[in-house]
């Protein structure tokens, strides 16, 4: 199982940026993906997942209303739009395949939940 993030980069506050997360070797819509993300000396935090299952998207507090998450499942990827992008957005993004999915609003956020993480993109916002 691979799971590859990309397209990170540098970028002005109040821009955009679109992350890639190709997935290989396990069967596409049968593992929710998310998006983490990590700032130095903080905790990783969930930024959004997609769940085909449920056929629904979640999103932090954070970044509702900014960043958008979408799958092409005829590419096995799924991006994450950040539009209005903060310095504070500013941290190491993963990706992560979870099999099942759990109870409440908040599950997808649960780092222990994801079978699979890929190694990150660094997106640093300007000021």
């Known amino acids: 199982v691979q799971l590859q993030a990309s397209g990170g980069g540098l970028v002005q506050a109040g821009g955009s940026l679109r992350l890639s997360c190709a997935v290989s070797g396990l069967t596409f819509n049968d593992y929710a993906i998310g998006w983490f993300r990590q700032a130095p000396g903080k905790e990783r935090e969930g930024v959004s997942c997609?769940?085909?299952?449920?056929?629904?998207?979640y999103y932090a507090d954070s970044v509702k209303g900014r960043f958008t998450i979408s799958s092409d499942s005829a590419k096995n990827t799924v991006y994450l739009h950040m539009n209005s992008l903060k310095p504070e957005d500013t941290a190491v993004y993963y990706c992560?395949?979870?099999?099942?999915?759990?109870?409440?609003?908040?599950?997808?956020?649960?780092?222990?939940?994801?079978?699979?993480w890929g190694l990150g993109t660094q997106v640093t916002v300007s000021s």
């Open positions: 997609i769940s085909s299952s449920e056929g629904r998207t």
């Open positions: 992560a395949a979870a099999l099942t999915v759990g109870y409440g609003i908040s599950w997808w956020a649960r780092k222990l939940m994801y079978d699979y």
